[in-house]
């Protein structure tokens, strides 16, 4: 059974920076796009970036600059480091996968800025 554990949420004061972990497990054959989503209380699930199995990434505007997305394929992990955190990027964030042709999902994890 294929599973997404994501790590490394919490609170940090704006301006701060935090570094999300997933990692994959059991029994994976190849894992094709990754991502990371974010869904904003009282608000829908929306794309923060994506990358590819051979390393391209595409971010939202909003983040452009701040976050930087990368991978380990050999390790089947994904890392999104987020900085100059704004009050607005609080959200449960939400590791996505294309694992064996399936979509899976991570159970997500809080990040709030807040001071």
């Known amino acids: 059974q294929v599973q997404l554990v994501e790590s490394g949420g919490g609170l940090v004061q704006p301006g701060g920076s935090l570094r999300l972990s997933c990692a994959a497990s059991g029994s994976i054959f190849s894992i094709n796009a990754m991502g990371w989503y974010r869904q904003p209380p009282g608000k829908q699930r929306e794309l923060v970036a994506r990358?590819?199995?051979?390393?391209?990434?595409n971010y939202a505007d909003s983040v452009k600059g701040r976050f930087t997305i990368s991978r380990d394929n050999a390790k089947n992990t994904l890392s999104l480091q987020m900085n100059s955190l704004k009050p607005e990027d609080t959200a449960v964030y939400y590791c996505n996968a294309i694992i064996n042709t399936r979509f899976y999902w991570g159970q997500g994890t809080q990040v709030t800025v807040s001071s």
């Open positions: 990358i590819t199995s051979g390393g391209s990434t």
